[in-house]
């Protein structure tokens, strides 16, 4: 295992956007994007390449940070007030064409399953230290292209957890990482695992350090091999700078 000591309490919040990443998508000239099924908040911001609380300030959203099909999502300085004023003539103008009885018949609220109430908690975990992700020899290093480390491997190896944390995202809907996995660790730090073959993990799961979460493959690349990201506030850093120069 290669681990460094460090503390997430002593660092400084920023929201800084994050640039030069080979998988970062434009924003659109709009300023905004329209939320698609199933998405959330942290793929939006992974996708952009944005921090996820600077996207949760700017549109008032608050943890969990649940969004919804067809939302739309302001990306950059618009003012929150002007979305605050759309959403609101949406709203009334939809409630204009509702029957009386809809709008003033009290609906029940459902209740919340324990399994419910387990996803919405955030996590909050101090990373005292990283776990190295897969077994293999790194064969590229972080750069001003690659804002990772991609680590070989043969299919089928298993990929482990560097933390431990929340996945809140796992599928293959961002161009260029295959079949990926993004972990919360806490609000500062994320790690991604990608170009998995297979995903052991979704949505809302909570996983242990060094717990196997996918096995490794080549989905999204042109060989098998593991991407892996570390992102702190929003910001790609070199993952080899938060560990021990050996691996033990």
């Known amino acids: 295992m290669v681990c460094l000591l460090v503390s997430a309490c002593s660092d400084v919040e920023t929201y800084a956007p994050v640039t030069d990443l080979s998988?970062?998508?434009?924003?659109?000239?709009?300023?905004?994007?329209?939320?698609?099924?199933?998405?959330?908040?942290?793929?939006?911001?992974?996708?952009?390449?944005?921090?996820?609380?600077?996207?949760?300030?700017?549109?008032?959203?608050?943890?969990?940070?649940?969004?919804?099909?067809q939302q739309i999502i302001y990306l950059n300085g618009k003012p929150v007030s002007a979305a605050i004023r759309q959403e609101r003539r949406q709203a009334?103008?939809?409630?204009?064409?509702?029957?009386?009885?809809?709008?003033?018949?009290p609906q029940p609220r459902p209740s919340v399953s324990a399994n419910e109430s387990r996803i919405q908690r955030e996590p909050n975990y101090s990373v005292s230290g990283w776990r190295w992700p897969a077994r293999g020899d790194v064969i590229n290093a972080f750069s001003r292209v690659n804002k990772g480390i991609n680590i070989a491997g043969r299919l089928g190896e298993p990929v482990y957890a560097a933390a431990a944390?929340?996945?809140?995202?796992?599928?293959?809907?961002?161009?260029?990482?295959?079949n990926l996995i993004i972990i919360k660790h806490n609000s500062l730090y994320l790690s991604a695992y990608a170009h998995n073959n297979l995903v052991l993990v979704q949505d809302g799961d909570w996983v242990k350090q060094g717990q196997k979460i996918a096995e490794m493959g080549k989905t999204g690349a042109d060989k098998v091999m593991l991407h892996f990201e570390i992102r702190r506030a929003g910001k790609p850093v070199d993952p080899m700078s938060l560990y021990h120069s050996g691996k033990s």
């Not at 009334?92 to 018949?105: E, K, M, R």
């Not at 944390?165 to 293959?172: I, L």
């Open 165 to 178: 944390g929340k996945v809140v995202y796992s599928g293959n809907g961002l161009r260029g990482y295959g």
């Open 92 to 105: 009334a103008a939809t409630a204009s064409v509702l029957p009386a009885s809809a709008l003033s018949s």
């Open 23 to 69: 998988h970062i998508e434009p924003v659109p000239k709009s300023g905004t994007h329209r939320v698609s099924k199933n998405e959330t908040l942290y793929e939006i911001a992974w996708r952009y390449g944005l921090d996820y609380r600077y996207l949760a300030r700017l549109n008032q959203i608050s943890p969990p940070y649940t969004i919804h099909t």
